[in-house]
């Protein structure tokens, strides 16, 4: 529990206007994309690295809890104050781009750097980061490594972890770390670099970020394929994939969605399609341009594919994508609560993969709509029901059960991009062993002993 001591001390280190315990800062950092609600008792906003040092000392010796946070934009619940305790917030000042290096290509920026303000950025001096989460406009950098966040792009270009060279971050003791440096290559001790993305702000308090950029490609081309079937269509993701294709994103929306999207928006989809699959290719000449799209018109047609579209132009391009970019907001057709699961298996499982959740939602009776990024097999899987009725809500929670398990028996990840937070952490145990989560357990004790670093997520306590 935090006393008027502690709040007091508190603003010693940050200033007064930096510490809120007032109820309507506890509510609005009570809760994040998951709707689910856990009030903190204070909300600190650190100006600096050192405020960062200081805080996490103090707390670690009165043994408060912190949960670090960036944009609150999570699907998991990796940054609600489930122990109560100080939500540690990011966005208000440690938001700048520090540098810019053009010769080495990279920049380095602070936590609360918006993704898509960075992108901007980047993009006036011809340079390229290609993370790009669905949150780009919204959520932090800090969140993306600490989520080790996917997207659209990730299958050519890769997710956070393949740009993250070096971090500067806090140990909840208060001590600075750096890890990780500018150069290319770095095999100089552990890379704890490494075991900091993606621990969902568990290990330490990240506070600056070296990033890899690479040049902007100059031109851009998008292609749509339309699927009698969705097996048709996963046949032809990791067939082109493994015959030489090389899109930067391979999108894929399977009827529910086609169907929801066209009664929402009424954009003349083909609503008797199985799936469609939405592609971009990008590079510097138009022989590289047409050379990849000829080779994905080759395996699209050789798996099915009924009608293979390029866009002439940007405008046809941005309503190819429409339907992909509004597909979750229109499934919520099917029901008013949205249990959405971001499950990843091998590129060549698809098939069996959507062909089991098929079975799964004809066994529990409830709509399953699916898209996403096939191109990295990563399937956003929505299980949608009745919120204000119980039992259907019961059901829901059994057929995400049974598609985890699925998902594991295919060789394939409860999380592609959202993380495990609280809302997977439960299912921890059937996707690792024992041992391994014993391991993971030793290394958040490594790190924070006292166990005051967003406790309650990823199963670990």
């Excluded at 100059?218 to 090389?246: C, H, I, Q, R």
């Excluded at 990008?282 to 866009?311: H, P």
């Amino acid at each position: 529990m935090i006393d008027k001591k502690d709040i007091k001390n508190l603003k010693k280190i940050v200033g007064e206007e930096n510490v809120k315990d007032d109820p309507a800062h506890l509510i609005a950092y009570s809760y994040d994309a998951t709707k689910t609600r856990y009030k903190p008792e204070a909300v600190v906003f650190p100006k600096n690295e050192q405020d960062v040092s200081e805080i996490l000392k103090y707390c670690n010796e009165r043994g408060i809890v912190i949960t670090p946070r960036g944009a609150g934009s999570g699907f998991t619940g990796g940054a609600l104050p489930v122990k109560g305790g100080i939500v540690l917030s990011l966005e208000k000042h440690m938001n700048k781009i520090l540098e810019i290096d053009m010769e080495n290509m990279v920049a380095r920026v602070q936590p609360g750097v918006i993704n898509k303000d960075l992108q901007r950025e980047v993009e006036k001096v011809g340079l390229f980061y290609p993370p790009d989460p669905a949150s780009q406009e919204y959520s932090t950098i800090g969140g993306n490594v600490s989520e080790n966040a996917g997207g659209m792009r990730a299958a050519k270009y890769g997710i956070t972890k393949d740009y993250v060279m070096a971090l500067r971050a806090v140990l909840p003791n208060g001590d600075i770390i750096r890890a990780g440096k500018k150069t290319i290559k770095d095999v100089a001790g552990y890379n704890i670099a490494g075991i900091l993305v993606g621990s969902e702000g568990t290990l330490a308090v990240i506070t600056e970020i070296t990033l890899k950029l690479i040049s902007k490609p100059k031109l851009t081309k998008t292609a749509m394929g339309v699927f009698g079937s969705v097996k048709e269509a996963m046949n032809a993701v990791y067939k082109s994939l493994a015959g030489g294709a090389n899109p930067v994103a391979m999108e894929f929306l399977d009827n529910l969605s086609i169907r929801a999207v066209e009664e929402k928006f009424h954009k003349g989809l083909p609503v008797d399609a199985g799936a469609i699959l939405i592609s971009d290719i990008d590079g510097n000449v138009e022989e590289e341009i047409d050379y990849q799209l000829s080779l994905l018109e080759k395996f699209f047609k050789k798996n099915g594919c009924r009608e293979f579209k390029i866009a002439k132009d940007e405008k046809e391009a941005a309503d190819i994508w429409f339907a992909r970019r509004n597909a979750s907001q229109s499934i919520t057709i099917y029901g008013s609560k949205k249990i959405n699961e971001d499950v990843t298996v091998p590129r060549s499982m698809l098939p069996k993969y959507l062909e089991e959740v098929d079975r799964i939602s004809k066994k529990y009776g409830v709509k399953i709509p699916c898209f996403g990024h096939t191109g990295d097999g990563n399937v956003h899987t929505n299980v949608m029901v009745d919120g204000s009725d119980p039992k259907e809500v019961e059901k829901g929670y059994k057929a995400i059960e049974e598609i985890f398990k699925v998902t594991i028996e295919l060789g394939g990840t409860l999380s592609g991009e959202h993380g495990i937070g609280i809302s997977k952490a439960p299912f921890m145990k059937m996707a690792f062993s024992d041992k391994e989560i014993e391991l993971f357990k030793r290394i958040k004790h490594a790190f924070d002993p006292n166990n005051i670093l967003n406790p309650g997520k990823m199963g670990l306590d």
